[in-house]
């Protein structure tokens, strides 16, 4: 999981901290080395050799300049210090940023991160390493810092509370929209399986009723959870399919219904128009995007569409354990706003957890 990311993460970000140090530290040493009159100081060793007949003189001259010493180690102190940030710290121009950070967002872009996340990412290192002197002994610390402290941002969000929701309303209804293989049904199933789990009572409305054997998938998998399905036969109407699962689940004073809808590319007309009726007579509480990781910025493309379109509450990701690059998990939330609530990390009815942005960081290297 996010093997690829992390390991040219690594490489770019140790490659950018070495280019930043290299650009601090350029040519100030040289000149500050200048000093070198502290060379011309031996042939002041006279100056022992005068004191060797005063040694009678010795104790009133102590005496004068004791006040003395202290303001000169101040003064010491100051001009060591301005030396000291003289060689060891130098502004680093915007322009030179600029070229610099290019590989680093070569990685970025390869690793399927949306150019809106990349920005950010950049105008957050830009923040940190322009307009102050930066010193090139703590600039690795910098870079990792603001890299980590970005990323984590982009990742912070509440987690979803099954008891709150179902405490303000009851039945709660969930909708799942998203395009054709994106794991709706499958993901739809393992919170069936959660919420059946954890107490709850929950029915899954049948919806996708275009999708040869749609219904039939959601069957095997109500059966193997043991969860009640309303259906229509295919070709019905969804939107009534969609009304008849939160009539039953208003009568049997059920806790969740879980509307499982076809899937379909946002740009075709006739099918988003039925998503807008499904979701215009059911009245879903919460309108879950199902996006593949894997599928990375297409992923993010489409939430936008669907949020677009019919309007995205939050998010699912699927097939999280088998992606490599992570783009779509550190890119989908911000591009759209909208929290991710689950990630899919298995094949497994369990394999459906709750989203940790910790657990995230520390698969790309940045915990």
Not at 204 to 228: L, P, S, W, Y
Not at 308 to 315: E, M
């Amino acid at each position: 999981m996010f093997k690829f990311l992390k390991e040219k993460l690594k490489g770019a970000v140790s490659k950018f901290t070495k280019d930043v140090k290299e650009e601090v530290e350029e040519k100030p040493v040289k000149k500050k080395e200048e000093p070198k009159q502290k060379e011309k100081v031996p042939p002041k060793k006279e100056a022992p050799k005068k004191e060797k007949p005063k040694p009678e003189k010795e104790e009133t001259i102590i005496i004068e300049e004791e006040p003395e010493t202290e303001e000169v180690t101040e003064e010491k102190k100051g001009f060591f210090q301005k030396m000291s940030d003289a060689v060891t710290k130098k502004k680093l121009g915007e322009e030179k940023f600029d070229e610099l950070f290019w590989e680093l967002e070569l990685v970025l872009l390869e690793s399927n991160i949306a150019v809106e996340v990349i920005e950010k990412i950049k105008n957050d290192l830009k923040n940190a390493l322009i307009g102050e002197a930066v010193s090139r002994l703590n600039t690795q610390t910098i870079i990792t810092e603001t890299l980590r402290k970005s990323v984590e941002e982009l990742l912070s969000f509440q987690k979803v509370n099954f008891k709150k929701l179902v405490s303000d309303k009851k039945p709660y209804i969930i909708a799942f929209i998203g395009v054709n293989g994106s794991g709706k049904t499958t993901n739809l199933a393992k919170l069936a399986y959660k919420l059946k789990n954890e107490g709850y009572k929950v029915v899954i409305a049948a919806c996708d009723t275009f999708r040869a054997a749609a219904i039939q998938q959601v069957e095997n998998h109500a059966e193997k959870i043991g969860v009640r399905v309303i259906k229509h036969d295919y070709g019905a109407d969804a939107a009534a399919v969609a009304y008849d699962a939160v009539e039953h689940a208003k009568a049997k004073d059920l806790d969740f219904v879980l509307i499982d809808t076809a899937g379909r590319n946002h740009a075709n007309t006739n099918l988003m128009d039925e998503l807008r009726k499904v979701v215009r007579v059911s009245n879903p509480d919460m309108k879950v995007f199902v996006g593949d990781a894997l599928t990375g910025n297409d992923a993010v493309e489409q939430a936008r569409e669907f949020n677009d379109k019919v309007g995205v509450d939050s998010i699912i990701l699927s097939k999280v354990d088998a992606d490599e690059k992570g783009g779509a998990s550190v890119s989908i939330s911000y591009v759209t706003n909208k929290p991710i609530i689950f990630v899919g990390n298995g094949q497994r009815y369990e394999d459906l957890i709750l989203f940790d942005k910790d657990f995230f960081l520390e698969k790309m290297g940045l915990s």
